[in-house]
C-alpha cells in the first residue's frame, strides 16, 4: 500500500488492512512554544482513518482477521455509550461485512440523555451496528452471552471482543505501531525522551512498549490512567507485556520502560476535568488539534504538568500519542464554556 512503511508479519498472525499507515508525526511548535519546556510532536493515531479513526482501529486489524479466519459471521463487543472502540469495532464490522451487536454500558455518572443520540452512539447506529444499552457490568455480561448464544444457535457464530480490544491479538496492532514509529522517527533523525499516551484497558500501551523494543528504541513511555485507579492500570499493563511477550517469543524485561501516571483521571472515568478542559482548549486553539474529553484530553492534561514541573523541560523531546476520540466531543458540549 502507498507510503505504508514496511513492517514484516508479527507472530504469524493474520492482518486485516483498515486504516490509514503510517499515521502522520508532526512537531506541535505553537503549543511547545506556548508550554516552554521540551519540543512537543505528535503521533496522530486520531488519523488512522476508519470513520474517525483511533487507536482501536490498529488493535481491530488483527482482531478481526483472527474472527475472520475462525469462521465468524459477526462481533460482539462492550463499552460506554461514548465508547470509541465501539464505534471503530461497529465501522471494521461494516467495511467487512459483519454483522455487529454492541453492548454498551451506562458506566459514567451524571451524564445527559443525549448521550443514547449523539457523539460516537450516533455513529454507531449510522454504522449499522445493533447497540444494546444496559446498567451495569452484570447486566452487560449477561447480554453479551445471550447475544453469543443466540448468534451460535443461528449458525452464524459471532467473536467475542473484550472491552478495547485488549487481548494479545490486539496489542500485535501497537506492536506494529512502535515499529511503525521507530522507522519514522529513524527517518526524521528523532529520539524521544518520553512517550506519553492514555491507559485504559492498556493494550495500546503494552503493544508499544514491545514494539519500540524490536525496533531497538527504548524511549520511557508514561500510560496515563484516565479509566482506573493507577494500581489498576499498572497491573492489566504488566499483565498484558508479559502475555503477549510471551507470544512474541521474547522477554518482558525487553520492553521500553513504562510508568503509569495517577491523579489526571478526575472524579471518575469519563467526568470532565479542569486540566482535559485546559489541555483541550489549548490544543484546538494553538495547534488546530482536536482532543477529546474522555481519554487524550487528560492524557495531554499530564503531559502540560510534565512540562510545568520541570520534569519535560528546554532540550528534551516528547512524543504525545494521539489515540482519538474526538467524536465523544460532540457529547460532552456542555463541559466546555
Ligand atoms: C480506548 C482508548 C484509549 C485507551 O486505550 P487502551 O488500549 O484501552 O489503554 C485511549 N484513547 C482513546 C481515545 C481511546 O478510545
Redesign the pocket.
Known sequence: MAGEVPVPEIAGAPRTMLGHWPTPLEPLERLSAALGGAEVWVKRD?CSGLAFG???VR?LEYLLAEARSAGCRGVVTVGGLQ???AR?TAAAAARLGLACDLVLVRLVPGRPPSDERTGNALLDRLLGARAHVVDGAGAAAARVAELLERAAAEGRPAAFIP????TTT?ALG?VRAGLEVAAQAEAAGLAFDRVV??????????GLVLGLARAGVRWPVA?VA??DEPET?RTAARQLVEETAARLGTDPSEAAPFEILGGYRGQAYGVATPGMREAVETCARLEGLLL?P???GK?MAALFDLVRRGELGRGRRALFWH???APALFAYGDAFR
Open positions: 486520531d483511533g487507536n482501536k488493535k465508547s470509541n472502540h471503530q472491552p478495547g480490544g485488549s490486539g501497537y499516551l492514555a491507559a485504559s484497558t492498556a493494550g495500546t500501551l503494552a500510560g484516565v479509566a492500570t477529546d474522555v481519554y487524550t492524557a489515540t482519538g476520540g
